[in-house]
């Protein structure tokens, strides 16, 4: 046994054993949903007698969450798309610049992750209900920018850090104007933090709960709250099938994130 | 020339003509380009300070709220009152509801912790990437999966047809009901916290120098005593961070306890149902800034004492 352990783990078998059974709690409930979106039985029971695929096709036939779907994706995208240009200049702003209170900028920037997000909602309910936006689809994709944007600014401010300013200076020596520099020189560079930063912040709106319990209306139901709605109701297994998308996304995002930047860049942003 | 030839080369044409239109409207700017790099700064970082501003602006209006008078049919009326804040101290279930919630929170922020520095030490310190590929998995199917999907899949192991009572009854113990007990949270809000405290802990362990535990080994100490006496005392700037993020993401969680807890719930969802049962604009407005102070006053606490941890590293590298 130990002798497996070393073969896995190398050096510290205790360790791994332990890490092992870590990753069993860490995935368990997302893999025993998709094992449950299976079963055929009315109401979830773990092991299910038969496996079918019937609650994948009621999904279909019931369209009760296929607009909640479409309106969490369009809220994702549309937070995704703001945050990009917001993240990029901030963090350029900050990092290449010469900012007076630097330092208080930057405490004030972390506002979102302090503020609970119980309570993010509550002022996004009030601010955003004086405005008139409640009901809008875009106003919940602004607010899951305001409470995410920390990640981008991040992810992309760890870019910056990395890229050596020399290399705009030589592009500028050789005759590039200041848009061309950013265009060929300053963007590439900052690529890796700006795809692992949208990829945050579009797997994070596309599961953001509570503040988007909060603020949406039956108009703007996004997908969470509609699952939420359900899971209060009864124990349906047709829940299982609609939640089993989640787990592929995130097994997909992973995949596509080790592709694309590496797994690893995500411990560093 | 083929087509896609022909394609690329009109892009390559249509790009270049772009270009020239923005220089050409950058120069006609009124900017003067020799004093202008500070100030451009200043406008770079303007969209993300005007972003944060709505939260700011609006704790500015939340303590407004505060004070102002409560009325079931108008919900809110322009009267400034202190009523709201006495109601804070006659109000006994929100007592119970906050110890409760600071009591959970302290126990799985320690747990959270507690199972997050091995996790965190293998992913850093394995030298097999497959197995770092597998437990960074581990550590992203639950972070890109969202709290409710994982709410759902606790109901469905511990529910009373779930997971756990089949593998009860199958080695001849009888059922047991977990969904609604304090087990069921503890669990819940420590699988939510876990990927949040390795990865505040993986960059303090990844700048621990090896050589350091090696040297530790030379002089004889074992791999505990290693951990005990070099790991832990370098991490800890992680360890802060994690703490921090463990206990104030615990102290304002909604769904698990909802999902899970049955009556048990926290302060969140205490606010939830003043803000949406009586709407009770006025009174959540002070829950809500209780409950913020007592979260930043935590996060000052340890960072007067410990520093900023890994958080500071990642605001400030001057």
């Not at chain 2, 007592?95 to 850093?124: C, D, E, N, Q």
């Not at chain 2, 939510?192 to 004889?220: H, Q, W």
Request: charged share 10%; net charge negative.
């Amino acid at each position: 046994m130990s002798g497996l352990l070393r073969r896995i783990g190398g050096d510290h078998p205790y360790l791994t054993a332990f890490a092992l059974f870590e990753f069993v709690f860490l995935v368990l409930p997302s893999v025993i949903i998709l094992i449950a979106s299976f079963g055929s039985d009315q109401i979830i029971s773990f092991p299910p007698t038969d496996l079918s695929l019937k609650w994948y096709a009621s999904l279909l036939e019931e369209q009760d969450y296929i607009q909640p779907f479409l309106h969490s994706v369009i809220a994702a995208t549309f937070c995704t798309a703001i945050s990009i240009p917001i993240g990029v200049m901030t963090a350029l702003g900050l990092n290449r610049y010469d900012i007076r209170f630097e330092h208080g900028i930057q405490i004030y920037l972390l506002l979102p992750f302090t503020v609970p997000l119980v309570v993010s909602g509550f002022i996004l309910l009030l601010l955003f209900g004086r405005l008139g936006w409640i009901g809008d689809l875009w106003a919940v994709g602004l607010a899951l920018t305001i409470i995410n944007i920390p990640f981008m600014i991040w992810s992309v401010a760890s870019s910056v850090n990395a890229f050596d300013p020399t290399l705009e200076h030589a592009a500028q020596s050789l005759g590039a104007e200041e848009i061309q520099t950013f265009r060929y020189v300053t963007l590439p560079a900052l690529m890796p933090g700006i795809i692992s930063g949208s990829l945050l912040m579009f797997i994070l709106a596309l599961n953001e709960f509570v503040v988007s319990l909060i603020i949406t209306t039956t108009a703007t139901e996004t997908l969470p709250v509609a699952i939420y709605g359900a899971i209060r109701g009864n124990i349906s297994p047709q829940i299982a099938a609609v939640a089993s998308i989640y787990v592929v996304i995130a097994i997909v995002a992973i995949v596509v994130a080790d592709r694309l930047v590496g797994l690893e860049r995500f411990l560093h942003s | 020339m083929s087509i896609r030839d022909e394609f690329h080369k009109s892009s390559t044409r249509l790009k270049w003509r772009v270009i020239d239109a923005l220089i050409d409207l950058k120069e006609r700017l009124p900017f003067d380009s020799t004093s202008v790099s500070d100030r451009f700064g200043y406008v770079l970082i303007s969209s993300g300070i005007l972003l944060v501003s709505f939260l700011a602006v609006g704790m500015a209006l939340l303590l407004e709220y505060s004070f102002l008078t409560y009325d079931s049919i108008e919900i809110v009326v322009y009267e400034y009152t202190l009523n709201n804040w006495l109601r804070l101290v006659e109000t006994t279930a929100f007592h119970t509801v906050f110890v409760r919630t600071l009591l959970y929170s302290a126990v799985v922020t320690i747990g959270s912790v507690g199972l997050g520095i091995p996790y965190a030490y293998l992913v850093v310190r394995t030298e097999r990437p497959l197995f770092r590929y597998f437990l960074l998995f581990g550590l992203f199917v639950p972070f890109f999966t969202g709290v409710i999907i994982r709410a759902y899949g606790w109901l469905i192991i511990l529910g009373k047809t779930g997971l756990v009572n089949w593998l009860l009854k199958t080695v001849g113990i009888g059922t047991v009901g977990i969904i609604g007990t304090p087990i069921a949270i503890v669990l819940g809000l420590l699988q939510y916290l876990l990927p949040f405290t390795v990865l505040m802990l993986t960059p303090a362990i990844a700048s621990i120098d090896p050589d350091l535990e090696r040297a530790a080994k030379n002089c004889g100490a074992n791999q505990l005593e290693t951990f005990r006496h070099v790991v832990l005392p370098l991490a800890r700037p992680g360890i802060t961070a994690a703490t921090i993020v463990a206990f104030t993401l615990s102290m304002a969680n909604y769904s698990i306890p909802d999902l899970l807890g049955g009556t048990n719930s926290f302060v969140a969802n205490f606010i939830y149902n003043k803000i949406f049962g009586t709407l009770n604009y006025p009174f959540a407005a002070v829950l809500c800034l209780v409950l913020v102070v007592v979260a930043s006053v935590f996060v000052f606490g340890v960072f007067k004492l410990y520093g900023t941890g890994t958080l500071g590293v990642e605001v400030d590298d001057e």
